[in-house]
């Protein structure tokens, strides 16, 4: 975990605020798709304190850290709330285990997109269905793909658009938050793992490191990617009906 940032603004945290409450204005609708990482728990804060009517869910991989779990019901007692869980499809989970085994996504990149396809991003299709625009906690600062994200964009993948209010957050920042507001995080960030997914796919990062060599690491940087977050980020604009 990095130090706080003792400089982190209010006119930042009022930025974080007006772009969601932007966002509702335009969509009228928004869910929020809760990766239980570090910036999750900013937004969890954000919107269960102050945008109730944001749906929230999450994606139970069937492959995540104890640690995500042990998370998951230590926010639900602080807020009061549940947090929709959603699980991948039992028939394609049986299907994906009987072509490649358990942990076939090791043996190549095609392997590893079709198991974070089962797992994760039909699972994701589902749970946003018939909403016009999903909340994510993207920064800019994650990697060089991110760095060109906008704080709204068209997602051509999924159909709807792409609100990434955290864009201009550094990590120190969402630390000083979480600090600040005395907020449940994941165990393993203090362990070194800035960037938390499935068990099998995230380890620890090494002194020099990005922050996220830790997931898929035995892939080439380019590829890092689950099928959420497609590299092209497309302008703020839907496109024309046919």
Known sequence: MVEPNPSLSGARIERLHEHLAAALRRHGRLIYSNSLGAEAMVLTDVIWESFPEIEMFTI???RLHEESY???DRLQRRYGRTLRVVYPDARDLERLVGRQGMNGFYDSLE????CCRVRKVEPFRRAVEGFPAWVTGLRHAQSAGRAEAQVESWDEQHGLYKVSPLLD????????YIRARRLPYNALHDKQYPSIGCS????AIQP???????RWWWEQPETRECGLHPRNH???TAPAAS
């Open 60 to 62: 139970d991989t069937g």
């Open 111 to 114: 392997k590893r997109l079709e």
């Open 200 to 203: 099998p796919c995230t380890r």
């Open 70 to 72: 042990l998370l998951l």
């Open 208 to 214: 020099g490191e990005s922050r996220r060599a830790g």
């Open 234 to 236: 497309a302008p703020a």
């Open 169 to 176: 957050w550094s990590e120190a920042d969402v630390w000083e």
